[in-house]
């Protein structure tokens, strides 16, 4: 339900989601999802935090989700990459599990977070992307409904 918004605190419980854009970040056969799909996106000075962008979904229906996806990630890209698929997993597994923080950052929607804490060494950064990819779950984009 889009007007039922996240408190500023996340809960462990909340479900948190990755939109995929690029088709090597994933596997629609074997469900698989790489660990780059969560790689953190380099700071531009005079940023210093390292940061994944992610949406707190918690309480939406998956319809809604995806249209989240679609206004704020697919027509928001200058590139021309469209959302291909999404990456769900709960809060609990960002924060204890591989040890990051989430930040609500509500620009550009009021469900918008990163993921941030992440250490400065590619290796260690690697170690935390590989334990988001192990315990996401994929959520492909469902068919357009056919005329």
């Known amino acids: 339900m889009l007007d039922i918004l ?3 605190e996340v ?17 629609p056969r ?14 531009t000075p005079p940023a210093t935090v390292f940061k994944t962008s992610v949406y ?3 309480e939406c229906a998956d319809h809604e989700i995806w249209q989240i996806g679609e206004n704020c990630v ?10 291909l698929a999404r990456a ?5 597994d ?4 591989a040890g990051l923080l989430i930040q609500p950052s509500p620009t550009p929607h009021p469900r918008h977070a990163d993921i941030i804490n992440w250490p400065d060494s590619r290796e260690k950064q690697l170690d935390k992307m590989n334990v988001l990819a192990e ?11 056919s005329v």
């Open 6 to 8: 996240p408190t500023l």
């Open 11 to 27: 809960d462990h419980a909340e479900r948190i989601t990755r939109f995929l854009v690029q088709e090597k970040w994933f596997n």
């Open 30 to 43: 074997t469900r698989h999802i790489s660990p780059q799909a969560f790689s953190p996106k380099k700071p």
């Open 56 to 58: 707190r979904t918690q």
């Open 74 to 83: 697919t027509k928001a890209r200058k590139d021309g990459q469209r959302v």
């Open 88 to 92: 769900d997993l709960k809060a609990n």
């Open 94 to 97: 960002i924060l204890s599990k």
């Open 135 to 145: 315990l996401a779950e994929l959520q492909l984009l469902p068919s357009a409904p």
